[in-house]
């Protein structure tokens, strides 16, 4: 039996994912119009958009990133991005404006390029220190010995300091906030190892650990690389929400309307909202009629009626006719602004989520610590000598020091992020794969995530061709969603216009014309004087006779009913929440065999169902595309949004679906518990390392050859392991 649910209170193709990150960030530097293009998806795309825009006047360069879904813009100061976003659409893209000011602060992955360098240094230093080292182990001896020794300090003490700085950061900033995380033990590691072996070959001793301190480096840093790759994708969706924004407004005062920027607007100005363009405040429509496209904001399938009263928020599309509106609230104030601060919050709340990792290195540090200080203090009791209790000390925390534990989680995930990138998912969070193993329950948004978003006729043969000619010389003069629908399916089923004239548009009503001396009409049902039914429809009036409605349905996406057998067979709840109204949802979910179902929920609503769901102790995967669902996406315990959504419910969630099936969101909640189980195998590995090295250590037998390849061994045998996923 169908359960409405109620509020509670209170694959790509490879060869075109990016444009290379330099270019990309010279591009946003240089910008002056930034598009955001939801519905790119392939290489050709890319050589259309960016061919169209080069070839306008005044446009001096443009550049697209499919990964991003935006193209960067370098154009004349007299050129408009309303008139790039018309050419764009006249080739079949969707574009919305964005504030490239606000993008550039996102487009720098600095992070990346710091680790790399510190990576690629610690492996150069490596591979000499090793090359002397071997000639130490082959019997090289006195003058010799330490002559390479010296060579190797003045190697490895200069990369270490430069290489390790995010050890000793991280570290630093745990003992200030007197706690341990797994870097202490890499630093006190790493500092011990550096000392002893200064120390051992200022006295001309055996042996150095400098080849073991730099090998260290490069494998935690091999693994902080990792982990790092496999977000690099992640930004924050809050300023991808006031990048949404529209950057400027056309305000009307007594000397005619002039173009100004957004921040310039007070509360009280009339601000004129040509047809196509986006809300740029909250207000009240003063003068003019239209149809608004809410579905970016509630996820509502139809356009809605506009006329002089009614409230418009920022964000909103007006359609068909110019509105005036008079601003209620602007900047921080609107309700796209309140949207950001919700999303905001719930990103804070996701972040206190405690990896698999950071587990292990609240018990790992401190035994570790304790074990070598006992080391240390029962060698000198023993035999009476500082020297031989510190390498003792030393040997004892390289070789027990988190190189496997460090490599654990970012070989794994990233070998899984492999399998489902192949599969059309890209992963964007290192705990994302974590997360998605626990879930218990998947919440789906309707419009543009179930459904494809595009409306489709479907009763085109209840019409006669003639009757379909009219309809077609009618729609095909609108830019009305049902209208360019019907346009496209009387085209492709070889329907030819008719002979109508003196078409025009009547905004927020429909399109009327003369035909042979009649009056034809195609719109609203009041409009034509037919009564609306359940179903969504578009009426034609011919003369006098009756009209007649053309039916639309929103059609789902490729492996929609799939994706939900699946994952209710995997004993998962599914449940549809969407902000479109109860006759459409609740059709789908019988459609879909989804018990349970919640229409006509505001952005506030989606969220805060997520978050009495969590309350609950369920394990939330919401699944959405739209603005209103990005509040959701952030609050949930993992997300995903298909790539064809808006930047800023991509970047909400943490794995974005690059096809358009469905069907790999199953595949990878049953890929993320196998991942989750080789992590687990994984730390199981290391501890079974530590539990046969470290008595070698204690013992004294660990010499920095053995400590070295010991701890080697175990990051490769980790290394292996997480293959296995590929």
Same mark, same amino acid.
Request: proline share 4%; aromatic share 4%.
């Given at each position: ?288 009629? @239209? ?21 418009? @928020? ?40 405690? @990896? ?18 006992? @080391? ?196 998962k709840e599914v449940l549809l929440i969407s902000g479109d109204g109860a006759g459409a949802v609740g059709a789908l979910a019988e459609r879909l065999g989804i ?18 769901l969590s309350a609950r102790g369920r394990r939330v995967l919401m699944v959405g595309d739209g603005l209103n669902d990005t509040a959701a996406l952030a609050a ?91």
């Amino acid at each position: 039996m169908t359960a409405q649910l109620r509020p509670p209170s209170g694959a790509a193709c490879p060869g075109c994912l990016a444009t290379p990150q330099e270019a990309v960030r010279q591009t946003v530097r240089d910008a002056r119009i930034a598009l955001s293009l939801p519905s790119i998806h392939c290489q050709s795309c890319i050589s259309a958009v960016e061919g169209a825009l080069n070839a306008q006047p005044g446009v001096i360069g443009a550049r697209v990133n499919l990964t991003l879904k935006r193209a960067m813009i370098e154009a004349a100061p007299d050129l408009r991005a309303a008139d790039l976003i018309a050419v764009l659409e006249g080739i079949g893209y969707e574009a919305h404006e964005l504030d490239p000011g606000t993008l550039s602060a996102t487009e720098n992955d600095r992070a990346g390029r710091d680790l790399l360098m510190r990576l690629a240094v610690a492996g150069f230093a490596s591979m000499n220190v090793m090359l002397l080292s071997v000639s130490v182990w082959s019997g090289a001896g006195d003058a010799t010995r330490d002559l390479f020794h010296w060579i190797s300090a003045a190697i490895a003490l200069p990369a270490i300091a430069f290489s390790a700085q995010p050890f000793f950061r991280s570290a630093w900033g745990a003992l200030s906030a007197r706690r341990l995380n797994m870097d202490v033990p890499i630093v006190l590691a790493i500092v011990l190892a550096l000392a002893t072996s200064l120390w051992e070959t200022s006295l001309s001793g055996e042996h150095a650990y400098f080849d073991a301190a730099l090998a260290l480096t490069f494998f935690l840093l091999a693994g902080r690389y990792l982990d790092h790759r496999t977000r690099a994708m992640a930004r924050s969706a809050a300023q991808e929400l006031a990048a949404l924004e529209v950057p400027r407004a056309l305000r009307l005062s007594d000397g005619g309307e002039e173009e100004i920027a957004v921040a310039e607007l007070a509360v009280g100005d009339l601000v004129l909202v040509r047809p196509g363009g986006r809300m740029p405040v909250d207000g009240e429509i003063v003068s003019g009629r @239209s149809e608004l496209d809410r579905s970016l904001l509630t996820g509502e399938t139809l356009p809605v009626f506009a006329e002089p009263g009614r409230a418009v @928020s920022a964000g909103e599309v007006n359609l068909t006719g110019p509105l005036t509106v008079r601003a209620t609230a602007v900047g921080q104030d609107t309700s796209l602004h309140r949207m950001a601060d919700l999303v905001a919050i719930a990103e804070s709340g996701r972040s206190r989520y405690t @990896s698999l990792a950071d587990s292990a290195a609240r018990l790992y540090a401190p035994g570790v610590h304790i074990l070598s200080a006992l @080391s240390f203090l029962g060698w000198l009791l023993y035999s009476g000598d500082m020297r031989t209790a510190l390498n003792i000390a030393a040997a004892v925390l390289i070789i027990t020091c988190p190189c496997a534990l460090g490599l654990a989680v970012p070989a794994v995930t990233t070998a899984a992020s492999g399998r489902l990138f192949r599969k059309g998912l890209l992963i964007k969070d290192a705990t994302a794969l974590e997360r998605l193993a626990q879930v218990d329950t998947v919440v789906f948004d309707k419009t543009g995530t179930l459904t494809s978003g595009i409306p489709e006729c479907t009763n085109l043969g209840d019409l006669t061709r003639a009757d379909l000619g009219v309809a077609l010389a009618l729609a095909q003069a609108s830019a009305h969603p049902l209208s360019v629908a019907l346009a496209r399916s009387a085209r492709a089923a070889g329907i030819r216009p008719a002979d109508v004239t003196d078409i025009a548009e009547a905004p927020g009503y429909g399109t009327q014309g003369m035909l042979r001396g009649q009056r034809v009409r195609l719109g609203r049902a009041a409009w034509v004087g037919a009564a609306q039914g359940a179903q969504t429809a578009a009426w034609l009036q011919i003369g006098q006779r009756a009209p007649q409605a053309l039916l639309f349905c929103d059609g789902l996406r490729p492996g929609a009913e799939r994706a939900v057998r699946e994952l209710q067979a995997a004993g998962k709840e599914v449940l549809l929440i969407s902000g479109d109204g109860a006759g459409a949802v609740g059709a789908l979910a019988e459609r879909l065999g989804i018990g349970k179902w919640l229409a006509e929920a505001l952005p506030q609503d989606k969220a805060a169902r997520i978050a009495d769901l969590s309350a609950r102790g369920r394990r939330v995967l919401m699944v959405g595309d739209g603005l209103n669902d990005t509040a959701a996406l952030a609050a949930a315990h993992v997300s995903i949004s298909p790539a064809s959504a808006l930047d800023a419910a991509r970047v909400a969630s943490d794995i974005v679906l690059l096809g358009r099936d469905l069907s790999p969101i199953a595949q990878a909640c049953d890929t993320a518990t196998k991942a989750t189980s080789r992590i687990r195998e994984n730390f199981r590995i290391a501890t079974l390392y530590n539990v046969i090295a470290v008595p070698l250590a204690v013992a004294g037998l660990a010499t920095p050859l053995i400590a070295a390849l010991a701890m080697s061994i175990s990051s490769i045998t980790v290394s292996l392991n997480a293959l296995r996923l590929r």
